[in-house]
């Protein structure tokens, strides 16, 4: 199996052309959605405003996942075959999980205050949503201690 994008050359050369490509698209992208959730939506008939977080929580959560399943596999591909280029890729994902985690947490809690009276519940699915950042929290504090 031949991965010519596990060498930093090759990397870089072709993220050098396509991150600013990439930002700008996702720039535009981001802007139109923003709009498009924040001002041109209508309120829901049941909550109202405080809905609209939820364009916000939901990628948030999903991104959150997301990045847990790419930090798990690089990991293992660290176990595997001890690519340093992919340890490199973990690394820089936790910290990106925990953003998105933490922003999670905090968009699910605003939108919790107005429909269940309180900030917090102990439910099952918000604890395993505070793990999460803790684990993210966890392997970067391990990954720095024995760097």
């Given at each position: ?24 698209l996702g720039a ?96 099952a699915r918000l ?18 201690a024995y760097a």
């Open positions: 199996m031949k991965l010519t994008l596990a060498k930093p050359r090759y990397f870089l050369k072709i993220t050098n052309f396509l991150l600013p490509i990439g930002f700008v535009l992208c981001f802007a139109a959605g923003l709009y498009s959730a924040l001002i041109t939506s209508p309120p829901d008939y049941q909550q109202g405003d405080a809905m609209r977080i939820m364009y916000i929580h939901v990628p948030a959560s999903w991104m959150a996942l997301f990045c847990y399943s790419v930090l798990a596999a690089f990991s293992l591909f660290v176990l595997v075959w001890r690519h340093p280029f992919s340890e490199i890729l973990a690394i820089s994902v936790a910290p990106i999980g925990a953003l998105f985690t933490g922003l999670s947490l905090v968009t699910g809690s605003l939108w919790g205050k107005p429909m269940w009276g309180t900030y917090w519940v102990w439910d604890t395993s949503v505070l793990v999460l950042l803790f684990l993210y929290a966890g392997y970067w504090a391990l990954y720095k």
